[in-house]
């Protein structure tokens, strides 16, 4: 028999200049608070961090907005930047400024909420 599995996904699609790109945003309910990882297009985590709310839909408004943040890093002065300023990496690194002021979280930790 084959397995059918079936997962509900939150994707933020972007798009700078020409170039386009996606992250899902995966919340998790640790406690007193929500985990929240922001993957990119191949499952890679670009970051990890706890938004200070109990609410799904609220932390992924946020990761929306540490996302815009991150892209406007990148983006600099207005100009276009280059194909390489938007790979994973580049990405990761302004994703995690923009989310520092956030609570970090490791996903598989053990909390003792």
């Known amino acids: 028999m084959i397995r059918i599995d079936i997962r509900p996904r939150f994707v933020l699609d972007y798009t700078v200049g020409l170039y386009g790109g996606s992250v899902e945003v995966v919340t998790r309910d640790i406690g007193a608070t929500i985990g929240t990882e922001i993957l990119d297009a191949n499952g890679g985590r670009l970051c990890a961090y706890r938004p200070g709310t109990r609410y799904s839909d609220r932390a992924k408004e946020i990761a929306e907005d540490h996302l ?12 276009l930047p280059p194909v390489q300023t938007l790979l994973p990496e580049a990405l990761a690194t302004a ?6 002021g956030e609570q970090q979280w490791v996903p598989g930790e053990e ?3």
């Open 111 to 113: 909390d003792s909420w």
């Open 68 to 79: 815009r943040e991150a892209l406007g890093m990148l983006v600099g002065g207005g100009s």
């Open 95 to 100: 994703l995690r400024t923009a989310v520092s």
